[in-house]
């Protein structure tokens, strides 16, 4: 395990656990929703995503936390492990309506100067609620990354489905920095 490509829906404890690994391997951590969302959560045009994503997973090892399908191809590619976080709805919910409002309540910056707003959760638009999002995205991450898992095309790459924090215990603990 030394290119590590973290997925799931938000609320998942994609970054939490994406961080804990790159710590354990002694490897770059890459988050793409930083490197997606730009000042006023403005996108990123897609060929300078991808070309961010390409030069900050060339190096040899590395952690990628995030879902972006326009990079998906390029991480994927390099990987050699994807850590599907798919743990029970109700979890989901629980993480990211706690995440949501402390983030809101003590105006956490979170990438280029965006923070959630209030109004976001009170709305019921996913596009502009996290909460909202996470909920209808549950059954649709879990049904890709399980199909995903079972295509030719990634063939490669070892699948670890990660459904509770026992799971994610016994991962942290299994993985040892490359010599």
Do not use: C
Request: net charge positive; hydrophobic share 45%; glycine share 4%.
């Amino acid at each position: 395990m030394m290119r590590v490509s973290v997925v799931g829906n938000s609320g998942s404890g994609k970054s939490t656990l994406a961080r804990a690994l790159a710590v354990r391997l002694g490897v770059p951590y890459v988050e793409l929703d930083a490197i997606h969302h730009q000042r006023d959560w403005q996108p990123i045009p897609i060929s300078g995503f991808r070309t961010r994503v390409a030069a900050a997973t060339s190096g040899s090892r590395w952690v990628v936390d995030g879902n972006y399908s326009a990079v998906r191809d390029l991480v994927w590619a390099r990987a050699d492990t994807v850590v599907v976080l798919d743990p029970p709805r109700r979890a989901v919910m629980r993480q990211i309506i706690l995440r949501t409002v402390r983030r809101v309540a003590f105006r956490v910056e979170l990438w280029n100067g965006n923070r959630e707003r209030w109004r976001n959760l009170f709305t019921r638009d996913p596009n502009e609620s996290v909460i909202v999002w996470a909920w209808h995205r549950h059954s649709v991450y879990r049904d890709r990354y399980l199909a995903m898992a079972n295509d030719p095309r990634w063939r490669h790459l070892t699948f670890v489905r990660i459904q509770s924090r026992k799971d994610i215990r016994r991962l942290l603990n299994s993985v040892r920095p490359a010599a």
